[in-house]
């Protein structure tokens, strides 16, 4: 059991845990992840780490199921059933010259640690974030602080660009900034979109694959994604990928894979997971 | 006497609103707070039309019309009106989504409705596709909100059973409240608070289970945004089917609507066809009913013990392992137990199954168990599980068929897995007079309707009389034999379906029924 030291509601659906649990904090790099268990019978949720401290470690939950839903409704000083980590390659980190970043929903709070990894890296960092509305937007100060350049979007207007982080970065394209390196973390969608508009000028694109994923590390194949053509498991190989090569749509088909049961599982309450249905399910007793 | 709408001569009826005439005549207004089912209220304000000859514009929702009076509903200068109305209803309502450059390409590619806490925009929103907000956005060609947006912050409301509420997306259109009022006359609903504050919510902000609410669910199903959901009943989009049917979980028979997608029952509403249910259907059926019937504890094979264990087995077998058990005892010592909850059609086909074998011990009441000890039986075929059968020292086979393995499971000889009411077809006598049963979804795995079940037994026991293909056929042998079936005493606050207690089924159910205890009806 590892407990909650602090929790944080930054923005609606987003929420920041403090966990602590000294051997993550000893281990973490910027770019890798944990899986963290609710309960007993709740799904394994990789999650970003977003940063460390000294025997705790940060990481944005953002309310999108069942299992995030029993997440969300733990306090401070509650006890979380199981984490696993630190899982995955850290981000790679390089002296590239100029860096440019895309960051939308949890991606926001998890491109910090790897912003300031690069800055201190000796790369100039222009940091691109998107939200649906200004009340959605969090963390503007922490960033800016460690981005030379820092620009905001919402999709209704409401504050900075009317937009995505792909309007922006287009823009920037075309007003004749160079960028040596572009890094996107969000929803498989804005990293898609991100991607596509790097790919004809032949900057280098990491994004950070969100799939559904059973183990963290290699074993059931839950996370697979193709990229150049080639399977390779997110949690172990990832979860950055060339973003010019991923097949997104094959991506966004199987993240969809299992919509039935994510939406009965809110009939029926604490859901079983897939692994354990065996045990649960009446016939097989 | 008439009036002209549009340039279009319609005749007067006394007593009607405008909007009543235009809908009437096909002509198109728009509005969010009128509902055919809820007296007129003029929340919205959308329904705004030219009346020529008075100042102004009037509400089409609230004013009667007067022979002779010349309307325009449609024109510039109502759709400058309308549009500024319903920026101001948006500038309060999370709609980044309507708003956004790449909506359309987003619903495209994203893998469904993120299932968010908090609705934040319409791909969050579990209403989405049923939205009334997003229709008008859409009729008006809504891009672009001149006004500053403002989110309320409200917390959402998480802590009653059933219900998921997230005001911050509630439009005052008072459907909700008048519903409750006037509708199911419960008083729950009120506007709390008054001026830019206003909301809706229960008195003093009491959770809803601590005031009378009957969790009929109405106000969910006249919400025009996601403000009011169905925690297990949202988040499938649209459904792909929608079939009505009658419930049973008591003899009231009320008919409901429910959405199938995945075959699987997804939602449940009133049958808004159905006239004579003036008001909702109870929390059983609206809110209980899937949550139970798609409850992964369901029985689905049939099975035989063998060895001290129930061993799934194929229909075949297990029919003649029952044709086997009540060969080798005397009818006399054989006794049937029939459930309430079997339709006419399945009662009929037991009594005439019991009658050909010249069993005579058929028991419908818990209080007739206690002829077991002193007839002797020694065979029970049960179709619901009954408490307490190991007292019954005479017993030495029972023959269990029921929807879930619940009391007398474990003492079985045979399991015979029945099909819920939803996954058959049939006639049930309520107080209601006779309604029919539709099949939703088909049962899970190898689950049969009662009736085919007695059919498959007499199969490998050489009677006559049970070669029926479908349930039409037995109704019409009822008919000709003049069989009149009975209206079953099971009411409207019975707590089980069969022999299992809904609330086991049902965790919410389950916090109901502890929270209102004291009270004499739990709703």
């Known amino acids: 059991m590892y407990e909650i030291v602090d929790k944080i509601e930054e923005v609606p659906n987003i929420y920041r845990l403090v966990i602590r649990e000294p051997y993550i904090a000893e281990k973490a790099k910027p770019g890798q992840f944990v899986i963290i268990m609710p309960d007993e019978v709740g799904e394994r949720v990789p999650l970003s780490i977003a940063d460390v401290g000294k025997d705790t470690f940060t990481v944005f939950v953002v309310e999108l199921g069942i299992s995030t839903a029993k997440i969300a409704a733990l306090k401070k000083g509650d006890k979380i059933y199981s984490v696993a980590g630190p899982l995955g390659m850290p981000a790679t980190i390089e002296k590239y010259g100029t860096v440019v970043l895309g960051g939308g929903c949890y991606g926001i709070g998890v491109l910090y640690p790897i912003a300031k990894a690069l800055k201190a890296a000796g790369n100039k960092v222009i940091t691109i974030i998107e939200a649906r509305s200004s009340y959605l937007l969090y963390f503007k100060e922490e960033l800016k602080k460690v981005s030379d350049e820092f620009y905001v979007t919402t999709s209704d207007g409401s504050e900075g660009t009317n937009g995505h982080v792909q309007v922006v970065l287009d823009k920037l394209i075309k007003d004749d900034y160079h960028f040596d390196h572009a890094k996107f973390i969000g929803c498989t969608y804005m990293m898609m979109n991100c991607s596509h508009i790097t790919s004809p000028y032949r900057i280098p694109t990491t994004v950070s694959l969100n799939t559904i994923m059973l183990d963290g590390t290699g074993m059931c194949g839950c996370c697979r994604v193709s990229v150049g053509g080639v399977t390779k498991f997110a949690c172990v190989d990832g979860p950055e990928f060339d973003g010019h090569q991923v097949d997104w749509d094959e991506l966004m088909k199987r993240k969809s894979a299992y919509l039935e049961e994510e939406m009965m599982s809110y009939q029926t309450g604490p859901h079983v997971c897939k692994a354990l249905l065996d045990q649960y399910c009446g016939e097989c007793k | ?523």
């Open chain 2, 1 to 523: 006497m008439s009036l002209v709408i549009n340039g279009k001569k319609i005749p007067y009826q006394e007593g009607k609103t405008i909007l009543d005439i235009a809908r009437e005549n096909d002509i198109y207004i728009p509005t969010l707070c009128a509902h055919e089912r809820l007296p007129s209220f003029g929340a919205c304000r959308l329904c705004m039309v030219k009346v020529h000859g008075s100042a102004g514009f009037m509400n089409s929702c609230t004013t009667q019309v007067k022979p002779g009076m010349v309307i325009t509903t449609d024109s510039l200068e109502i759709k400058k009106l309308r549009r500024a109305i319903f920026e101001l209803i948006l500038s309060e309502h999370p709609s980044s989504c309507m708003m956004c450059s790449q909506a359309e390409h987003c619903d495209k590619f994203n893998s469904g409705i993120m299932k968010a806490g908090v609705i934040t925009g319409c791909n969050t929103c579990p209403n989405k596709e049923m939205c009334e907000v997003r229709k008008i956005s859409e009729d008006l060609n809504f891009k672009n909100i001149r006004f500053p947006l403002f989110y309320k912050n409200i917390p959402i409301e998480r802590n009653d059973p059933f219900f998921d509420r997230d005001y911050n997306l509630c439009i005052h259109c008072g459907r909700c409240v008048r519903v409750c009022q006037d509708v199911e006359g419960a008083n729950i609903l009120v506007f709390t608070k008054r001026g830019h504050s206003t909301k809706v919510g229960t008195s003093f902000e009491k959770p809803h289970i601590e005031t009378d609410c009957k969790f009929c669910g109405q106000c969910i199903d006249v919400c025009p945004t996601g403000a009011l959901s169905a925690r297990g009943q949202k988040w499938y989009e649209d459904c792909e089917q929608q079939v009505s049917t009658t419930c049973m979980l008591c003899n009231k028979g009320c008919q409901f609507q429910l959405d199938v997608k995945w075959d699987r029952i997804v939602a449940i509403r009133p049958d808004p066809e159905y006239k004579t249910l003036e008001t909702g259907i109870c929390v059983k059926g609206r809110f209980c009913l899937p949550v139970m019937l798609n409850n992964m504890d369901r029985l689905r094979f049939p099975r035989i013990l063998r060895n001290f264990k129930l061993y799934p087995t194929n229909w075949d077998d297990a029919a003649m392992y029952v044709a086997e058990i009540l060969e080798s005892y005397p009818p006399s010592k054989i006794a049937i137990y029939l459930t309430q909850f079997l339709t006419d059609e399945a009662e009929y086909l037991f009594k005439k199954f019991a009658d050909q074998l010249e069993i005579t011990n058929v028991y419908t009441k818990p209080e007739d168990l206690s002829k077991i000890t002193k007839n002797g039986i020694k065979v029970l075929y049960t179709t619901e599980g009954l408490p307490d059968l190991d007292k019954y020292k005479t017993l030495e086979k029972i023959i269990f068929q029921e929807v879930f393995p619940t009391n007398g499971f474990d003492k079985a000889e045979v399991i015979l897995p029945a099909a819920a009411f939803t996954e058959e077809s049939g006639t049930i006598t309520t107080t209601r007079g006779l309604m029919h049963l539709h099949k939703v979804v088909k049962a899970p795995d190898l689950a049969l309707e009662d009736w085919k079940i007695v059919q498959k037994i007499t199969q490998y026991l050489d009677l006559s009389g049970f070669k029926h293909l479908e349930v039409s056929e037995i109704k019409h042998e009822m008919d000709r034999v003049k069989y009149i079936p009975e209206i079953h005493p099971v009411d409207e606050y019975y707590l089980k379906y069969r022999g299992t207690k809904i609330a086991d089924k049902v965790p919410d159910f389950a916090i109901l029924l502890q929270a209102r205890q004291g009270r004499e009806k739990p709703w």
